[in-house]
């Protein structure tokens, strides 16, 4: 694949996702919209339009809630299991990326222990 083809599904994919996010914003800034897009909120008999600005959600914060969360949230939102699946998602994270570093770190005697052929 050259450099020119790899740019352009590139661009083409960037311009995409702009295109949807815009799309998504304009349509749940919409009142009519609200059932649509703010469903667990209405269900709380919250006001989807209270808070900040107009809506209370973004494209993008939902991020900073999952991040926020604490255990009982999670747990009181979708149960014991997604809560132990968190756990076991955090966990295999923390291991991969301990196993990345280390990986990625040359071993300071590499060249002691190689077979000589002697």
Same mark, same amino acid.
């Not at 599904?9 to 996010?21: A, E, Y």
């Given at each position: 694949?050259?450099? &020119?083809?790899?740019? %352009?599904?590139?661009? @083409?994919?960037? *311009? ?6 815009? *799309?998504? @914003? ?6 009519? #919209? &609200? ?8 269900? =709380? !008999? ?7 600005? =107009?809506?209370? =959600? +973004?494209?993008? !914060?939902?991020?900073?809630? &999952?991040?926020?969360?604490?255990? %009982?949230?999670?747990?009181? &939102? ?8 968190? *756990?076991?998602?955090? +966990? ?7 196993? +990345?570093?280390?990986?990625? *770190?040359?071993?300071?005697?590499? #060249?002691?222990?190689?077979? =000589?052929?002697?």
């Amino acid at each position: 694949m050259d450099l &020119a083809s790899f740019l %352009t599904s590139v661009l @083409t994919s960037f *311009v995409i996702f702009v295109v949807l996010v815009l *799309v998504f @914003t304009f349509l749940s800034r919409r009142p009519g #919209n &609200a059932p649509v897009y703010y469903p667990s909120l209405l269900l =709380r !008999g919250l006001d989807p339009w209270e808070g900040r600005r =107009r809506g209370t =959600r +973004s494209p993008f !914060g939902w991020i900073r809630d &999952a991040i926020s969360a604490s255990e %009982t949230d999670v747990i009181a &939102a979708g149960g014991v299991d997604a809560a132990v699946y968190l *756990v076991f998602l955090s +966990s295999g994270t923390a291991t991969t990326g301990c196993c +990345s570093v280390r990986s990625s *770190v040359p071993p300071p005697f590499r #060249n002691l222990f190689q077979y =000589r052929g002697i």
